[in-house]
């Protein structure tokens, strides 16, 4: 039976984890250096604690990486210094020239890569989440997942691909809260935030009540969107396309990442004193 190793078992992380696991897979992690909180969600999950990424390395056959985007190179090279040998799929928010390196470095050390990007929420309910695979082994990733709540999706031989999907649909939707965060704080600035909300309402009655839960809602994930703003920046500029839209949204994604550890939403007046708080 193929062993899987998971890098790391945060929120979206431990729900990929779960479906493999759910699928017969023994699923191994590394706690070294992890937190109680992930410590915690790897116990709830039944995964195996190995010491080191030496002897997760060692251990796996297949390795997932699901982490913050800034840190998916050198996650790659840190199991390329471990020896591993085996598939490694790297699951992360970041731009297909970025995957394109990390790819190129794996099949330098004899490692066969997969380019994967995740769309959606965790994957704890059917039907909600989305796991696109390019490269000439995403078929045996997507095996993996056969008959789970993660839908496992192959949509080609090229790595790059599954990242540049991820790229050009997170622009459209986080882009999009990004912006609507960032007129809702200058309406706020500039004294007329009611006055929006009434001609939005003539538009559409729900539009201002969703605007504002939009802009509360990605409070909590705001500190990993900034590493995927400045990932789709990347994108855009690869393609010679203006990318300044996406370094604003990292910076309205920046004022609003201290709300990560929060016990409980921020009322809308906070987010939007944070957000028009540029020492933030």
Known sequence: MTKVGIINPGAMGISIAASARSAGRDV?????GRSAASRQRAAEQDLLDVDSMEDLCAACQLILCVCPPHAAQSVAQSVIEAGFRGLYCDGNAIAPRKALAIGENMGAAGIDFVDGSIIGPPAWKPGSTRFYLSGA????????FAGTVTEAIVIGDEVGRASALKMVFASGTKGFTALQSAIQALA?????????????QRRDPDSATRAQDNVRGVTEKAWRFTGEMQEIANTFEGAGLPNGFFLAAHDVYQRMA?????????????????????RR
Do not use: I, M
């Open 28 to 32: 191994l992690w590394s706690s070294a």
């Open 137 to 144: 082994s995403a078929a045996r990733v997507a095996d993996l």
């Open 188 to 200: 706020e600035s500039l004294g007329v935030r009611e006055d929006l909300y009434r001609e939005w």
């Open 258 to 278: 201290h709300f990560k550890d929060a016990d409980e939403l921020p009322t809308l007046d906070e987010v939007l004193a944070a957000l028009l708080d540029a």
